[in-house]
């Protein structure tokens, strides 16, 4: 047993607090709109221009010109507000923007991130993510623990090139929750039917406390 | 002096050369300047470096240019969507500069704003730093990134008037306000050029000083991915 990728949404959208404004990466973090806990006012930056950022249009009412970072028809709300390219990454780089929700390829115990790039194989790119680890204030990174092969992704130092050192505040995986601290990372939860000895054997990184 | 021309192929008419480096606004497929790629690729112009966050994709966008092989080089911070993109760089025949989303906007806002470089701690102690200077302020580390002067900036807008003055929609707007700024001529595509006088003054996104010849065509507007939500049942 573990969490599954909306579980593992849900337990990240319990790091939001009310009046917050927050960026959501691709991929799991995307799902953690879902999960906004019951009289939590949080708003959506998408790093593309757009603060206030709504759900997907209804069929028939898709806008190119209304899209989000992952290049997705979405919506406005009545607080919405548009702006440029570099206003948006003054406003993350100037430390406006209270948490970040990134997917993670690798994750150190020291809170370096690797996401970006595996070379000779996948060259994607970092888009916003090297500035928004920069910048926010806060970083969650959202991933599954281990790789298809069972390897952790979870380590002593990343293999992978790095979007940012020393970045990440929290992991949440599959398996559970750990926050980097001093000297290595410190278990805050296990996911459900998940024990503490499973969660500490797919980590490669020190675990301290 | 008059902005106004017919076609993308007049606008672009002598602004073209082999090896120039070309800012191009978009991101994605949303805002990028469709008509005035399609002019340069009928130009038939080689060894461009393009400065712009996306390639677009296989074929649409800056896309259509990677096709003919007239772009030596990008400067972008995700290819992610372009698999010829990805094939002519892991093969050697296309040179990509990775520059943080972020950076590329700001060097590109700088370089409108007369501003050669600047400190950040974007990429700090990745491989985005190496070779570049690394000044500590207050404790903290930053590397100093240069601004982006292009020789043409490519730009799509919703609306000008006459004298250039510009207005994007919703996330239209994305990189096509700093690429504007940065280039020695800027070029822009609108879907509707305006009378003078009929655009609120209060509400232009980037003033005409910035623009130096518009045109306005039909536009396809491509949707990259199409997301939707169902209507609950009544």
Known sequence: ?209 | MKKVYANAAEALDGLLFDGMLIAAGGFGLCGIPELLIAAIRDAGTKDLTVASNNAGVDDFGLGVLLQTRQVKKMISSYVGENAEFMRQYLSGELELEFNPQGTLAERMRAAGAGIPGFYTKTGVGTVIADGKEVKNFNGQDYILETGLFADLAIVKAWKADETGNLVFRKTARNFNHPAATCGKVCVVEVEEIVPTGSLDPDNIHLPGIYVHRIIQGQHEKRIEQRTVRQREEA
């Open chain 1, 1 to 209: 047993m573990a969490w599954d990728r909306n579980q593992m949404a849900a337990r990240a959208a319990q790091e939001l607090q009310d009046g917050w404004y927050v960026n959501l990466g691709i991929g799991i973090p995307t799902l953690v709109s879902n999960y906004i806990p019951e009289g939590v006012h949080v708003t959506l930056q998408s790093e593309n221009g757009m603060l206030g950022m709504g759900p997907f249009p209804f069929a028939g009412e898709e806008d190119p010109d209304l899209i989000n970072a992952g290049k997705q028809t979405i919506t406005e709300l009545p607080q919405t507000a548009y702006f440029d390219s570099a206003t948006s990454f003054a406003m993350i780089r100037g430390g406006k923007i209270a948490m970040a929700i990134l997917g993670g390829m690798e994750v150190s115990e020291n809170g370096d991130l690797a996401n970006w790039m595996v070379p000779g194989k996948l060259v994607k790119g970092m888009g916003g993510a090297m500035d928004l680890v920069a910048g926010v204030g806060r970083v969650v990174v959202v991933m599954d623990h281990t790789n298809k092969h069972g390897d952790s992704k979870v380590l002593k130092e990343c293999t992978l090139p790095l979007t940012g050192k020393s970045v990440v505040d929290r992991i949440i995986t599959n398996l559970g929750v750990l926050d980097v601290v001093e000297g290595g990372l410190k278990i805050v939860e296990c996911a459900d039917g998940v024990t503490e000895d499973e969660l500490r054997a797919a980590t490669e990184a020190t675990i301290v406390g």
